[in-house]
């Protein structure tokens, strides 16, 4: 493809006007697609793995459990990285648009671009999701193969006005809360251990229930259609509980996103922009936490509840919001350098991370001693291995950064 998934990402574009000359790039855009990208190649930085060291300390407790997923319920900072990651594909997209009409490409050209977008993305995760089986892996949970299969519907609700795409998020979000909502529960018998839930598990209670693990109706879905590939054994559950279908309503994250795109695109002032930003923001905590709270819809991040969609939404507004402030507001922008570095090739990174942190890791230990990740004491020696690969990681994009290296899809 002639473009970069990076750039697809970024607002280096021409105005909807038509003028040839590109707007500045809005530098917090680029700082917070990295500070997402390399929390996740931090791979938490091993702070889950301190906190079992010290059991009975509520600093190491409160960080390790934000670096790690909720088991179901429930929101850490570990969840936030996939929708801000989704929510800025959607940002994005105003400027690419642009970028594109201005060089005279037809509606056509467009989706066929987005359309082959969609398929490398799809195909991507495929490849990574298999790097380490001796055979493919017909998964499509994976963030990339997630973007992939919404990217198309993405691309034509970006070709409206921002009212078709709030009716459209709307619509999207109650659809996949009705479906959840009329799918039968188990009956009083059913065998919770043929679907992997053990007998401790927490389950959902009353109408909640509906949004159960490995119960509900994504999970239906897949038992379906994960079963149409090749297998060595038919799909029964997914182990943590993730689905295909959450494409459908991260689909509308990735709506927020682009109408985020458009504010920020605007002649409004960045007090403005920010301001209305924070407002979002709020909006989507309160309603998310209240369909949780009132029991109608529980918050959560692996089958993308919408509850979880406008509560995430809400949390990727404000934390967008404190980066235009910042940056663009304040001017303060040297600091974020390292960010941008990571910011400008998010696909180099993902790759990285997903294939090379053990080739890294175990090259450090060969090269540097064996127990050089234990300097600081046995307890904090996951944080010194992942530490140290997250810089080897920033290392090559900083070469490639000053090169004007981007992998290309």
Request: charged residues 10%.
């Amino acid at each position: 493809m002639a473009e970069t998934l990076s750039s697809s990402l970024l607002p280096s574009s021409t105005p909807d006007s038509g003028v040839a000359t590109a707007p500045p790039r809005l530098t917090s855009l680029d700082a917070f697609r990295g500070s997402i990208m390399l929390l996740m190649a931090s791979s938490g930085l091993g702070l889950p793995q301190i906190a079992k060291a010290f059991p009975d300390h509520p600093t190491w407790a409160f960080l390790g459990r934000q670096c790690d997923h909720a088991s179901w319920a429930g929101c850490t900072l570990w969840d936030l990285i996939q929708p801000a990651f989704m929510f800025m594909v959607g940002v994005a997209l105003p400027w690419s648009l642009a970028n594109r009409r201005a060089k005279g490409q037809t509606a056509g050209t467009l989706l066929l671009h987005a359309l082959a977008r969609s398929a490398a993305l799809v195909g991507l995760a495929i490849f990574l999701t298999s790097a380490w089986s001796p055979r493919t892996e017909w998964v499509f949970t994976n963030v990339l193969a997630q973007i992939g299969l919404g990217y198309p519907l993405l691309f034509l609700v970006a070709l409206g006005s921002t009212k078709t795409s709030w009716g459209a998020a709307v619509a999207l979000l109650v659809g996949y809360w009705l479906l959840f909502a009329l799918y039968p529960l188990p009956p009083a018998e059913f065998d919770w251990n043929s679907v992997g839930i053990a007998a401790d598990w927490p389950r959902l209670q009353g109408f909640a229930a509906h949004w159960e693990k490995n119960v509900n109706a994504a999970a239906a879905f897949d038992v379906w259609f994960l079963n149409l590939f090749p297998r060595t054994a038919p799909f029964v559950f997914s182990s943590g509980g993730y689905q295909t279908l959450n494409f459908v309503p991260s689909l509308a994250t990735m709506i927020f996103g682009l109408i985020a795109g458009r504010e920020l695109r605007s002649e409004r002032p960045i007090s403005m922009k920010v301001s209305r930003l924070v407002a979002a923001g709020v909006a989507g905590l309160l309603l998310g936490a209240s369909l949780d709270y009132l029991g109608l819809c529980p918050v959560v991040k692996r089958i993308w509840t919408p509850s979880w969609t406008l509560f995430s939404g809400g949390w990727v507004c404000l934390l967008l919001a404190g980066f235009v402030a910042v940056i663009e507001g304040k001017g303060w922008k040297r600091w974020a350098f390292p960010l941008v570095v990571a910011g400008l090739n998010p696909i180099t990174l993902y790759c990285l991370w997903q294939l090379s942190s053990g080739f890294v890791r175990e090259n450090l230990k060969r090269h540097l001693g064996p127990d050089i990740f234990g300097v600081l004491g046995a307890p904090y020696a996951p944080f010194m291995e992942r530490a140290s690969v997250l810089l080897a990681f920033w290392l090559v994009l900083l070469w490639m950064y000053r090169r004007k290296l981007f992998l290309r899809l």
